[in-house]
């Protein structure tokens, strides 16, 4: 080889390094800036929200929930309030954002003991539900969640509770500590749902959450967690907050905050928590997440050496804000809303809008000014949950394409010069249209000890389904011959009730999405416990009726009855084996090419039948056969045996061997055979010639399902006398569903007479030729 070659052989050997590092280089520097999907929202803030859709109904319809102070705190209220700020001890409001009965806790479904959970901030308490709830929306369960690399970011900045505690007496010994630290605030959670990332406890005052949040997106970015809680709490266990800002005038006397309003006077105090589920955008979309939003860019920074220690600093605002521009890649007029800080402060207040002036209204077309609104306005001043309760506003503003009016600005506040920029106030609801680009939205957060966080929302991509979901085209395998099936579950009989009841108002609320999507949900996006019920039926209406009887205590037709699941402990787990009616075309051939086990099962069941009938098994599965000879009784009934004993033996090379097997009809045969008391010869035999002797014995009689139970469907029957003389009951199928057979015109006069008394009734249509009930007729 000449040194030409040598040269050109090196060059390109350089020339592909140096492409591949670009590569790598690009693929590090866009996972660092790579946008930030918010996958999961919950929250609990005053006025009974308690979920993200409550707090959008509060600022879509301007409500105001500001309320007087609690009455079941133990606050001396008689002495508490004096309209003079300077008495000492006293607060010159009286209203305030507060969370009813947030003494509650559900300690047992966390696995806390009474005297733990007494001795716990109810910030803990509350953060724990939130946690749970958020998980839950975002249809994770706690067997994907356990041991996972999720992270806690937490934003807290109150410990009054541990004022009212005392010493630690012989019930909270030994629990005080860990209930009111702030580092357990966060801890706790992981804790509790087994999470291994990063638990961090954040207390930048009313930055709090928003910092978090922050936090939480870095980590994601640099691979410290695959999924991220971040957000924030604040309980009010005292009137604190109210006496000390009292006496430094920063408190609005009617308790309402009125951001950048002329009537602006001073702050109102709230409380709740929020917490959003946060994870990478390519890794949401591969895992099958629903995208509520994403976070582009965010950024925090401190005001350092202002005009005082707790005052705003302008500068460092307008910083923050660039920061997180170009941590997001836009510019100011790409960005077309700011959810505020806006604390209704005079101090505050113009600081801010003149950062924003200085910032994001440059450079903006007039007819595309920023927005500028606060959802303080609705719910007050909620302190460490502050910046989440904006986050979550402007997530929903997003998605509805509409941004709300803020509340009780009389005009413009005459300390900014609106006319230095584009910036005008939400006076108003606006409007948000996309006009050929992404909604995006900046969220404002300052703390009183000088942190400052921004952080830049836009509006989520089209959905891209990858993971399994509800297939509402081919019922999404939880649709039965007509049926749905939603299955409650709760830790507890009265939790239960709980469930059905929350289901039903969600119901209720519309629009939700197909029974089919509903029961797969329930099931698949859910953890499930052992106190469990199911409603069963064929339509919407049907089904949450059952679920409001389920709520109200009461029982339904379409309810079986609640019920409590063996605990691991137990004896094993039952398969029963069902009699005719649950077959469907194609029933069992997509596993004859997936399993291994099931096609070999099969084949030994084809040749123990094979002596005894005069068709090919794997041709009926496979769909093969003739109609004729998919519809004789004495061909679906060995078919569907021998479906169930292959499927018996999917479950056992899987490690599920059942403890004790039961069965109806050729189900009986394939439980003896399963069991072992008969052998697959045997078994094929007696299924084989039973169902011959049923086709010779099929006459001209009839059937009807009643939703009654057996006793009723006695009585109702005894009451017609001659008309119902050779009816009888033919199964009982449920608590409240019994099918009757006899002569055709004395079930119809039962039918009838069963329609009559209110109750439901449906024939069972059977095609005598071939003695089969047909399917989609069976309730």
Not at 333 to 339: G, K, L, M, P, T
Not at 522 to 542: C, I, K, M, N, P
């Amino acid at each position: 080889m000449t040194d030409d070659e040598k040269l050109r052989s090196y060059l390109k050997r350089a020339t592909a390094d140096l492409r591949l590092a670009r590569r790598q280089l690009r693929e590090v520097e866009d996972r660092a800036r790579e946008p930030v999907a918010v996958i999961g929202m919950a929250c609990r803030f005053p006025g009974d929200v308690a979920t993200p859709e409550d707090l959008w109904r509060v600022v879509d319809e301007g409500t105001d929930v500001i309320s007087p102070f609690p009455e079941d705190r133990g606050w001396e209220l008689d002495k508490l309030y004096d309209p003079d700020p300077e008495h000492p001890g006293t607060s010159s409001a009286r209203e305030g954002g507060f969370l009813r009965e947030v003494a509650d806790f559900d300690a047992e479904f966390f696995g806390i003991s009474p005297r733990e959970a007494a001795a716990m901030d109810p910030q803990q308490r509350l953060l724990l539900e939130t946690a749970w709830e958020a998980f839950e929306r975002a249809g994770l369960t706690l067997e994907a969640l356990g041991g996972s690399a999720t992270g806690v970011f937490a934003g807290v900045d109150s410990y009054h509770y541990l004022s009212l505690i005392g010493r630690p007496t012989g019930d909270s010994a030994g629990y005080v500590a860990t209930g009111n630290l702030g580092s357990v605030v966060s801890g706790r959670v992981s804790y509790s749902f087994g999470l291994e990332g990063p638990a961090v406890t954040v207390d930048t005052a009313c930055s709090s959450s928003l910092v978090a949040t922050h936090l939480a997106v870095r980590a994601l970015r640099q691979d410290e967690c695959s999924l991220a809680l971040a957000g924030g709490v604040t309980v009010m266990a005292t009137p604190g907050g109210f006496t000390e800002f009292s006496r430094q005038r920063a408190l609005s006397p009617d308790g309402r905050c009125k951001a950048f309003a002329a009537a602006a006077d001073g702050t109102g105090f709230s409380e709740g928590a929020g917490l959003v589920l946060l994870e990478r955008l390519s890794d949401a979309r591969r895992n099958g997440h629903r995208v509520l939003a994403v976070i582009r860019g965010s950024a925090v920074n401190q005001d350092g050496a202002s005009n005082g220690l707790t005052a705003p600093n302008g500068p460092a605002q307008q910083r923050v804000i660039r920061q997180a521009l170009a941590d997001a890649g836009l510019s100011p007029s790409e960005v077309d809303a700011v959810e505020a800080h806006g604390t209704g402060t005079t101090l505050g207040d113009p600081i801010e809008a003149q950062a924003l002036l200085a910032t994001y209204g440059q450079g903006r077309a007039e007819d595309r000014p920023l927005w500028l609104g606060s959802v303080k306005s609705n719910i007050g001043h909620t302190q460490a949950a502050a910046g989440v309760a904006s986050v979550i506003k402007m997530v929903q503003a997003l998605r509805h394409g509409v941004l709300p009016a803020s509340l009780h600005i009389d005009a413009p506040t005459p300390h900014v010069d609106w006319g230095a920029g584009a910036v005008r106030l939400l006076t108003e609801p606006v409007e948000w249209a996309a006009d050929g680009r992404p909604r995006r939205a900046g969220v404002s957060s300052f703390g009183i000890s000088g942190t400052n966080a921004h952080l830049i929302l836009e509006q989520a991509p089209e959905p891209v389904r990858t993971a399994p979901g509800p297939d509402t085209s081919r019922d999404g395998g939880v649709r039965v011959g007509g049926v749905v099936p939603w299955v409650i579950s709760a830790r507890g009989s009265e939790a239960l009730c709980g469930q059905a009841a929350a289901l039903a108002r969600r119901v209720a609320a519309g629009p939700v999405a197909s029974p089919e999507a509903v029961g797969w949900s329930l099931v698949a996006s859910r953890s499930v416990f052992d106190h469990r019920a199911v409603a069963v039926g064929e339509t919407r209406e049907e089904l949450t009726a059952a679920v409001e009887a389920l709520a109200a205590g009461g029982t339904h037709p379409a309810l079986i009855h609640p019920g409590r699941a063996a605990t691991a402990g137990g004896p094993g787990p039952v398969l029963v084996f069902p009699g005719q009616g649950p077959q469907w075309a194609g029933m069992g051939a997509a596993l004859l090419d997936a399993s291994p086990v099931f096609t070999a099962r099969v084949a030994e069941c084809e040749q123990a039948l094979a002596p005894h009938v005069d068709w090919s098994l794997t041709e009926v599965v496979r769909g093969t056969a003739g109609a004729a000879e998919t519809g004789r009784v004495d061909v679906v009934q060995p078919v569907l045996w021998a479906v169930m004993v292959s499927l018996a033996a999917v479950w056992a090379a899987h490690g599920v061997r059942p403890a004790a097997v039961i069965g109806h009809s050729q189900g009986e045969i394939a439980a003896a055979v399963v069991a072992g008391a008969l052998s697959l010869d045997d078994g094929a035999k007696v299924v084989a010639g039973r169902s011959k002797a049923l086709r010779r014995l099929a006459g001209g009689g009839a059937m009807a399902s009643l939703h009654l139970s057996p006793q009723r469907a006695g009585k109702l029957l005894a009451g017609l006398g001659d008309q119902a003389a050779a009816v009888g009951l033919a199964a009982v199928n449920g608590p409240s569903s019994t099918v009757i057979s006899g002569p055709p015109e004395q079930v119809a006069h039962a039918v009838a007479a069963c329609r009559e008394a209110g109750g439901r009734a449906r024939p069972i249509e059977v095609d005598y030729a071939s003695h089969s009930p047909q399917v989609d007729q069976i309730t």
